[in-house]
C-alpha cells in the first residue's frame, strides 16, 4: 500500500513530518494524512513530484543516496530525474513487484536485531507484545525487521522496554535474558535491558553510515557540482577586503581563497579549524565550498588537513563522513592533534594556499559570528602562517590513510576480520594470496580469527580490526583501504564490529 512505502522511505531517510514537508514545501498536515493513508495522490500529480523530488535531495543532503536506491532497487548512479521516477514507481508498485526487493543489507537497525532476539527468546508473539504496550501488532512486526524505529516516541519506547522485563520476571528468565544481554546477572534491571535496548544508537548508526559511504563510492559517480562562475563571481575574487567578519564573513572569504589558490595554480592547501561546524549548514554555501574543494583536487593540489578531536564523536565521525568522497581522491592528508594545542574557550582557523593566500581567525567559543577573519596575500604574512601550521603538526597523528594499492598495515597486530562468506577471496592483497596458495585456503600472515558471515550489514566490504586501527576495505572497482588511527573513532568501529559478530552470537 501507499502509506506503508511512504512510511518506510520517511523512516529510512531518518526525518520528522514537519522537516520533510518543509522539504517537500508542503503542509505537515499533508504528511500525516499520506502515512495514516487518508490521502493517496495521483501517480502523475504534481504533489507526488515535489514528495518524489524532497526523498531525492534529503538523501542528497544527508549523504545517504546509497542507502534509498538499496531500497528503490535503483542504481545510485544514476541521474535525479532517475531516481524520482524510481521513488514514484517505489511508492505505487504493487506487492508482487516488491517481493524480491532485498533491504536486508540497507540498514542494520540493532534495535530491531535486538527485540528480534529477546522476543525469540521468551518466544513471545507480536500480537501479545502489541496488546501490552497497545499499538498495532503490524508496528512490532517492523520494529522487528528494522524497517521502523520507536525513538522519537520516548514514552513507546519505556513501554517496550518495561512490558518485556516484566515479560522476563513473570517467566522467571532472568538468567537467559542476563546472558543474551551480556548484562551481569547480579546487575540485571530494568533500567540496564532499556539502555542494552536502545543504547549505542547514534554511535552505531554513524559507523553504519561511514562504512556505507565508503562501500558506495565510485569514480564514474558524477557529483553535482557548480561551475567556477556560480561559486564566486568575478567582483568577489578580485576583492581587496583585508577583513571579513562573523559566519557570513567566513564562508565569503573561504570562497575566495579556495578561489584564489585555483588561480595561482597552488601544489597544496593547509587547513585548520577548531570553530564550531554551524558555518557549514547552509546548503548553498556547501555546494559552493564543496564545488571550489573539488576543482582543487582535480587541479591536482595535495590538501593537509588537521581534524579538531574536542568535537564530540557524533559530531566528528559525522564531519568525516561527510569527507569521504573527497578522501577517495587519494589527495588528502586527514591529522589530528595529539593535545599539546588547548586553548579552552577559544577558536582559532587558520587555511594556508602557501604562495598564493592566509585566512586567520581567532575568537570565543559561542561567539563565533563576532570574530574577524584576516585574509593575507602577503608573503610574510603567508610564510609566518606556514611555520605556524608546521608546528602544530609535529603534535599531530595521522587520522587515517586511505590507500588506494595495497593494504599495508602491520598483519601482527590484526585482531580479527569480518566479511561476506562470498567475498572471503576477493580484494586480497597478493601477500595473503601467495600464503593461501602455498597453505592452503585457510592460512594466514598472522593469528588473527577471520568471521565469515551468510549476512552483513555492510555490502562488498570487510572490516579489518587492529589493535591500533581499523581498516574498512572495499571490495568491489575500485578497490580502497580506509585505514583509521584516532582511538575515539577506532573505539567506534570497534564497538559496531562486536556488535555485528554479537548479532550471531559469535565469540571473539
Not at 194 to 202: F, N
Not at 248 to 264: E, I, M, N
Amino acid at each position: 500500500m501507499f502509506k506503508e512505502r511512504f512510511t518506510q522511505l520517511l523512516a529510512f531517510l531518518d526525518i520528522s513530518n514537519t522537516d520533510f514537508a518543509a522539504q517537500a514545501q508542503v503542509d505537515r498536515s499533508y504528511i500525516s494524512h499520506l502515512k495514516n493513508g487518508h490521502r493517496v495522490p495521483k501517480q502523475d500529480s504534481d504533489s507526488i513530484k515535489k514528495l518524489a523530488t524532497a526523498v531525492y535531495e534529503i538523501a542528497l543532503q544527508k549523504n545517504d543516496m546509497a542507502t534509498i536506491c538499496a531500497l528503490l532497487g535503483c542504481d545510485g548512479a544514476q541521474d535525479k530525474s532517475a531516481i524520482i521516477n524510481a521513488v514514484r514507481d517505489f511508492l505505487y508498485a504493487d506487492t508482487s513487484s516488491l517481493a524480491n526487493r532485498t533491504v536486508s543489507n540497507v540498514r542494520y537497525n540493532y534495535f530491531g536485531h535486538k527485540l528480534n532476539r529477546l522476543m525469540e527468546l521468551l518466544e513471545l508473539p507480536n500480537i501479545k507484545l502489541a496488546k501490552m504496550v497497545n499499538i498495532d501488532p503490524s508496528l512490532i512486526s517492523r520494529f522487528r525487521r528494522g524497517t521502523r524505529f520507536p525513538k522519537s516516541n520516548k514514552s513507546l519506547m519505556l513501554e517496550i522496554s518495561d512490558s518485556l522485563y516484566n515479560t522476563i520476571l513473570k517467566m522467571r528468565m532472568e538468567k537467559e535474558a542476563a546472558s543474551l544481554t551480556n548484562i551481569p546477572e547480579e546487575a540485571f534491571s530494568r533500567e540496564r535491558l532499556h539502555k542494552w535496548l536502545y543504547g549505542r544508537e547514534k554511535f552505531n548508526e554513524a559507523a553504519d553510515k561511514l562504512i556505507k559511504t565508503i562501500s558506495s563510492f565510485n569514480y564514474k559517480t558524477e557529483f553535482p557540482i557548480l561551475s567556477l562562475s556560480e561559486c564566486i563571481s568575478e567582483e568577489e575574487l578580485a576583492c581587496k577586503q583585508e577583513l571579513y567578519c562573523g559566519i557570513k564573513g567566513l564562508r565569503q572569504v573561504s570562497k575566495r581563497f579556495l578561489a584564489q589558490a585555483l588561480t595561482k595554480k597552488c601544489r597544496e592547501l593547509l587547513l585548520y579549524s577548531d570553530q564550531n561546524m554551524e558555518w557549514m549548514f547552509d546548503q548553498k554555501f556547501i555546494m559552493e565550498w564543496a564545488s571550489l574543494m573539488i576543482y582543487c583536487i582535480k587541479a591536482g593540489m595535495t590538501i593537509h588537513i588537521i581534524h579538531n578531536i574536542k568535537r564530540n564523536t557524533e559530531e566528528m565521525m559525522e564531519a568525516v563522513t561527510k569527507w569521504t568522497p573527497l578522501y577517495m581522491s587519494g589527495r588528502i592528508n586527514p591529522y589530528y592533534s595529539k593535545g599539546l594545542y588547548k586553548a579552552n574557550g577559544f577558536t582559532h582557523t587558520l587555511f594556508i594556499a602557501p604562495g598564493a593566500a592566509a585566512v586567520e581567525g581567532w575568537g570565543i567559543v559561542k561567539m563565533e559570528d563576532s570574530i574577524s577573519y584576516h585574509y593575507y596575500e602577503e608573503a610574510k604574512q603567508i610564510d609566518k602562517a606556514v611555520k605556524c601550521f608546521n608546528k602544530m603538526l609535529e603534535d599531530c597523528d595521522p587520522l587515517m590513510k586511505i590507500s588506494l594499492n595495497e593494504f599495508s598495515e602491520d598483519y601482527k597486530k590484526i585482531l580479527y576480520v569480518i566479511q561476506e562468506t562470498g567475498n572471503a577471496a576477493k580484494g586480497l592483497p597478493e601477500a595473503v594470496k601467495l600464503v593461501k596458495e602455498k597453505n592452503g585456503p585457510d592460512a594466514k600472515l598472522g593469528a588473527y580469527k577471520v568471521f565469515n558471515l551468510e549476512k552483513v550489514p555492510f555490502a562488498n566490504t570487510r572490516i579489518i580490526v587492529g589493535s591500533d586501527f581499523i581498516c574498512i576495505t572495499k571490495l568491489d572497482q575500485p578497490v580502497v583501504n580506509y585505514s583509521i588511527y584516532h582511538p575515539t573513532m577506532c573505539d567506534v568501529m570497534r564497538k559496531y564490529a562486536e556488535m555485528v559478530l554479537a548479532e550471531i552470537g559469535a565469540k571473539l
